[in-house]
């Protein structure tokens, strides 16, 4: 299985590290790292990673990643972007997205007439892109069909065991999750957060 991640300046570090030490884990996964130019995309947080691949020169991925971060802001607005989002979408067998990513989703219409859900200190933003989506407000991820959106920056690495289980079992996801001395919140619905910003 083949995993796509998008990446974009001031992307959100752990949105996207979170899930992959955790689908790294798992055999026969083979991860990419995607951005419009190959090269070093520098973090929210301030290191960078480095695109393996450009928008133009990757293949069809098997799972899409779209993290979010404070570069989602600007990336709402990138048509090349967004079509590529769209294109992927279409043929991929699972999509997920963490954090502000889901504004991502939304705006390429991944999202039209889908539950999900997203972090709830920019929730009223991410929202805004997404006008016809039903979005969730208590939720630590949300899955629709074959798309997982999570809640903000940790809920990723939770989102990404709970497609760990759903695709290769539970007993999979928590020997992961001890592996990576990780304390899995495993109940999709328990999000302390929305509450926080005034959201329920």
């Not at 892109?129 to 920056?153: E, F, H, L, M």
Request: negative net charge.
């Amino acid at each position: 299985m083949k995993i796509g991640v998008l990446l974009f300046n001031q992307f959100e570090l752990l949105d996207v590290f979170g899930p992959l030490e955790m689908l790294g884990h798992v055999e026969d996964i083979s991860i990419e790292l995607v951005a419009q130019e190959i090269g070093p995309i520098k973090s929210a947080q301030g290191p960078c990673a480095y695109a393996q691949t450009n928008l133009d020169s990757a293949s069809q991925y098997d799972v899409l990643l779209v993290p979010g971060g404070i570069g989602t802001r600007e990336m709402v607005n990138d048509q090349p972007t967004l079509d590529w989002i769209a294109k992927q979408a279409e043929k991929a067998r699972y999509i997920t997205s963490v954090c502000t990513g889901s504004a991502l989703l939304a705006k390429s219409g991944v999202l039209a007439n889908k539950q999900a859900t997203t972090n709830k200190m920019a929730f009223h933003w991410v929202v805004s892109q997404g006008p016809n989506t039903n979005w969730i407000t208590k939720a630590r991820w949300v899955k629709d069909g074959n798309i997982y959106t999570s809640s903000g920056v940790s809920a990723g690495t939770d989102m990404a065991l709970a497609f760990i289980a759903d695709i290769w079992g539970e007993s999979k996801a928590r020997e992961i999750a001890n592996l990576a001395e990780y304390e899995w919140n495993d109940d999709s619905t328990h999000d302390c957060f929305a509450q926080k910003y005034g959201l329920e």
